[in-house]
């Protein structure tokens, strides 16, 4: 038994924390590759962004109703897992199809463009496949009063480790070299790894069952059922919350490794070690917080990494300019005072939202909800961003790049929009806090 437990915490961290930082990468670095290999236009990232959130929530959608209905999660996890290696080393090739020669052809370097939104769509189809829905949905099958509290530390605490060490660690692949394809092979062959491992190593829960609502048309566009989501007020007020939080997260963000290296001019290492800095003291101090959420204190949390997210990116936008950074060195105390406050707004956030939501799934459909929450936390926040932040950077950003073609970064303006847009998180907080409190009320009284 004892270890069975041990292969169990080895399977949650291990597929968990691989994952994570393969998304980091994805919403990091594939953006830094574009500028840094491809072209330095925010455009292609909008699409990339934008599609490969629709796929991964087409594959959320595919693959929790499939799952739900056969009952299985295992088979989902290890070829997601390994199909997200390869293609995640497939776009890294994509940097080969560049040529001096496509650098002043516009119509071929848009065509290069296509190559590398469809290989980053691809990568998030099977990413999904084998983290979002395969291993989320195997956590909870295993969930238990036992260990619900570790494995909900486990799913808060991953994302934020995937972010600090995917942003140390990328930077110091990538290096001054920006030699991207190393990290892409790493990140690849490390997903590939853990996929395979999964496949010999993991046990369904033996209280999976197969739950077959209908015909198969039937359980999977019951997702679109709205009037019976809605009756989860909570939740649709949550998800909302959610949404609206992220699509300002995403508006800086996604953009945030090419305002750092060719705003700011920092190069690829040393913007990983100031993010890096700056987030792994924002994960230290949020951990006290782990009492009060604990104690039901979700909508208080959510409500204060709002507010200090706020002031992180306003900081960032109102005070950091090139010509008050040194790019050299570490030591930038306005710069990693802002991403601090930024790093604690996000991680606060991430983590109390993420076992908020979990805690009001419907047992009977824990995949097609995994979906849901894909919706509100990827699909609609990666496809409304770009929507706000390319015009931002386009009319603030635009300049001639050595090849005498039209380029754009992403300057303090996109930050002081970020940090205008963060505060409209509060608008759905407070009507689920008012659900939250009325549960949580009703729950004591039963006692």
């Known amino acids: 038994m004892k270890k069975k437990s041990v292969n169990f915490w080895i399977l949650v961290w291990g597929l968990g924390v691989a994952g994570q930082l393969c998304w980091n990468m994805e919403n990091q670095w594939f953006n830094t590759f574009v500028y840094a290999k491809i072209a330095k236009d925010p455009t292609i990232i909008s699409w990339m962004v934008g599609v490969s959130a629709t796929a991964t929530t087409l594959s959320t959608f595919l693959f929790g109703c499939v799952s739900d209905r056969i009952g299985k999660r295992k088979s989902f996890i290890a070829l997601g897992y390994i199909l997200w290696g390869v293609f995640t080393i497939v776009f890294g090739l994509t940097q080969y199809l560049v040529s001096g020669e496509l650098q002043n052809n516009a119509k071929l370097l ?3 463009g296509i190559a590398v939104v469809a290989a980053d769509a691809v990568m998030s189809f099977f990413g999904s496949m084998g983290n979002d829905i395969g291993l989320n949905a195997w956590i909870n099958d295993h969930m238990t009063d036992q260990n619900r509290g570790q494995l909900g530390a ?17 930077g110091m692949l990538v290096g001054s070299d920006s030699n991207y394809m ?10 590939i790894a853990f996929g395979i491992y999964g496949f010999f190593a993991m046990e369904e829960s033996p209280a999976l069952r197969p ?4 015909s198969f048309g039937e359980q999977f566009f019951s997702i679109l059922n709205f009037k019976n989501y809605l009756k989860h007020t909570e939740l649709a007020w949550v998800n909302l919350s959610t949404a609206v939080y992220f699509i300002a997260f995403n508006l800086y963000f996604t953009h945030v490794g090419n305002y750092m290296i060719y ?3 920092f190069s690829p290492d040393m913007m990983g070690y100031i993010e890096g800095a700056a987030l792994i003291l924002a994960m230290l101090c949020t951990v006290p917080c782990t009492k009060l959420l604990n104690n039901n204190k979700a909508p208080q949390l959510c409500i204060a990494a709002t507010l200090l997210n706020c002031v992180g990116v306003g900081m960032a936008g109102l005070f950091v300019r090139p010509e008050n950074i040194d790019p050299a060195s570490l030591w930038n105390p306005v710069l990693l005072l802002a991403f601090f406050l930024l790093g604690v707004g996000y991680v606060l956030f991430l983590q109390c939202v993420t076992v908020w939501s979990k805690q009001l799934y419907p047992e009977d459909s824990r995949g097609q ?4 929450r894909i919706l509100f936390f990827v699909l609609i926040p990666m496809i409304v961003a770009p929507l706000i932040s390319n015009p931002i950077i386009k ?3 635009q300049f001639r790049d050595e090849n005498g073609l039209t380029a754009y970064l992403p300057t303090h303006t996109l930050m002081l929009a970020g940090a205008a847009l963060v505060l409209l998180t509060l608008l759905p907080l407070i009507p689920a806090k008012r659900c939250h409190d009325r549960r949580v009320g009703g729950q004591e009284s039963k006692k």
């Open 182 to 191: 190393r990290l892409f092979l790493v990140m690849g062959v490390a997903v």
């Open 369 to 372: 909800f995994e979906g849901i």
């Open 110 to 112: 848009a065509a290069v």
């Open 395 to 397: 009319s603030s950003g």
């Open 263 to 265: 705003y700011l001019g």
């Open 211 to 214: 739950s077959r609502r209908g």
């Open 154 to 170: 486990a799913l808060a605490t991953q994302p934020v480790i995937g972010t600090i060490v995917g942003t140390v660690v990328g």
